[in-house]
């Protein structure tokens, strides 16, 4: 059974930094990859980063290009979100998600394509 959870969230100034953490159990394909996305009250949910099984490859949303890396370490089934330079529109729940299956690169942040989920943490960033 996949499990993921988060960790990392909470409230931060306008110009830090904050670094989410995703714990992944149970993942067992090979071309099994992750995600972080991020949902505001009242908006949609919206794909942030998504980073390939071996994190060789990685892709983001052009909001955040530049300011967040997403990264993640298959020996501790971890994957990472670091923020860097957050504004306040970044505020949103966060939340991991993982997928088994083979998609191109330019659907890794279509949310319909993740079967997984965790329960989301929750980034607050003040101007």
């Known amino acids: 059974q996949v499990q993921l959870v988060e960790s990392g969230g909470g409230s931060v100034q306008a110009g830090g930094s904050r670094r989410l953490s995703c714990a992944a159990s149970?993942?067992?394909?090979?071309?099994?990859?992750l995600a972080w996305f991020r949902q505001a009250p009242g908006e949609e949910r919206e794909g942030v980063a998504a980073?390939?099984?071996?994190?060789?490859?990685?892709t983001y949303t052009d909001s955040v290009a530049g300011r967040f890396t997403i990264s993640r370490d298959s020996t501790k089934n971890m994957v990472y979100l670091q923020m860097n330079s957050l504004k306040p529109e970044d505020t949103a729940m966060y939340y991991c998600?993982?997928?088994?299956?083979?998609?191109?690169?330019?659907?890794?942040?279509?949310?319909?394509?993740?079967?997984?989920w965790g329960q989301g943490t929750q980034v607050t960033v003040s101007s």
């Open positions: 998600a993982a997928r088994q299956t083979i998609i191109p690169t330019s659907r890794w942040l279509r949310d319909v394509e993740y079967k997984y």
């Open positions: 149970g993942l067992t394909s090979s071309s099994s990859s």
């Open positions: 980073i390939s099984r071996t994190g060789g490859t990685t």
